[in-house]
């Protein structure tokens, strides 16, 4: 169903046509109208006036009964990371990581129960999951979660878990409360993340904090690569070193822009 604000200032038009962008799933680039107000819960007429303008706009394309979006609704989440200033400080950080490692390198954010990939330099390699700018996985199964979740008060914590997951993905991993909180607790106190095949088969990372000038932690960052390729031993002892390097640089740096006055 679309969502409905309780505020006065609440504009439903554009919170519908926000629900129509986001009603195209992975595997579903064309839609058709039915299909569209099926998944939104929007009337037919109203599922067609929001297509017709965002068409208009350039977001849509539509193929006699069929819609899908084009590319420039990119530019509605390049906007938030550009806002931020941090793909432009963490790009060149992290395209020399990748060089030194051999393996991708990407940033996310924490975006309720989940993480969302707001940066990332990939490597040609076979991996079990793919991974895009925007897309989303559970946080409690991946080190770029790990690390986030472990910033967050408890109360906030608490709070954030008890979201459901919209990625449409079950990870292979499904702590109890108690292994839970003990994972989060280690990954406090040494500064850093691992995960282990817990999302996926095959897929196995470590990820570090990127902070802001005051120590907040805004983001993380993470070296990812196949377990069949690259073993526990390999990943800790050469590329998290190098990680943590990537990440204390691209820390200092966004705190250093941020102390910039800007108009």
């Known amino acids: 169903m679309p969502r409905r604000g309780a505020g006065p200032d609440f504009i439903e038009a554009l919170a ?58 990119l530019e509605l989440g390049v906007a938030y990371v ?38 990332r330099v990939a490597v040609a390699k076979l991996v079990t999951l793919s991974v895009q700018i925007g897309t989303r996985f559970p946080a409690l199964q991946t080190s770029l979660g790990k690390v986030l979740l472990a910033a967050l008060p408890a109360e906030d914590l608490e709070r954030v878990l008890t979201e459901p997951s919209r990625s449409g993905l079950t990870p292979s991993w499904q702590p109890r409360r108690q ?31 990127l902070r802001d000038g005051s120590g907040r932690v805004i983001a993380a960052v993470n070296v990812n690569c196949h377990a069949a390729e690259t073993s526990l031993e390999r990943l800790v002892e050469h590329h998290l070193p190098l990680l943590l390097q990537t990440a204390e640089d691209i820390s200092t740096d966004f705190a250093r822009l941020s102390a910039v006055p800007h108009r």
């Open 16 to 73: 519908r046509g926000l629900e129509v962008i986001a009603a195209f799933r992975p595997g579903q680039p064309q839609m058709s109208l039915s299909q569209i107000a099926d998944a939104t819960g929007l009337a037919r007429p109203t599922a067609r006036r929001i297509l017709l303008t965002l068409e208009e706009l350039g977001y849509v394309r539509s193929s006699e009964t069929r819609f899908a979006l084009t590319p420039r609704v």
């Open 82 to 119: 550009r806002s931020m200033g941090l793909w432009d400080i963490a790009r060149p950080h992290m395209e020399r990581l990748v060089e030194q490692t051999g393996e991708s390198c990407s940033v996310a954010q924490l975006d309720g129960s989940d993480i969302i990939y707001v940066a």
């Open 179 to 209: 292994e839970r909180d003990i994972e989060l607790r280690e990954v406090r106190a040494r500064g850093w993340a691992l995960t282990d095949e817990q999302l996926a088969p095959g897929i196995r990372s470590v990820a570090a904090p």
